[in-house]
């Protein structure tokens, strides 16, 4: 069975910095993309950032320059790197992993940043 635990969200001021995690159990991690939606209370659900078998990235443009993903393969972990956060990054973070059976999601973290 698949799973994803997500770690690492919290209260941060704005300008700091936070560190997602999220480790894959349960299959073999490294021949799949991985990433991050975010979700604030009333809007839609937005991708932003993933990471392909290869290394390959992704930003939504509201984060690039600030936020950086990376994967450790060996640990089968994922990591979103966030800095410089904004009042405006304050939402749930959920991760996901696309797999050969189908996507799966993790529990989602949420991430305040105060004014």
């Known amino acids: 069975q698949v799973q994803l635990v997500e770690s690492g969200g919290g209260l941060v001021q704005a300008g700091g910095s936070l560190r997602l995690s999220c480790a894959v159990s349960g299959r073999v991690f490294g021949r799949n993309a991985i990433g991050w939606y975010r979700q604030a209370p009333g809007k839609q659900r937005e991708l932003v950032a993933d990471?392909?078998?290869?290394?390959?990235?992704t930003y939504v443009d509201s984060v690039k320059g600030r936020f950086t993903i990376s994967r450790d393969y060996d640990k089968n972990t994922a990591y979103l790197q966030m800095n410089d956060l904004k009042p405006e990054d304050t939402c749930v973070y959920y991760c996901?992993?696309?797999?050969?059976?189908?996507?799966?999601w993790g529990q989602g973290t949420q991430v305040t940043v105060s004014s």
């Open positions: 990471i392909t078998e290869g290394g390959g990235t």
């Open positions: 996901y992993a696309d797999l050969d059976s189908g996507r799966y």
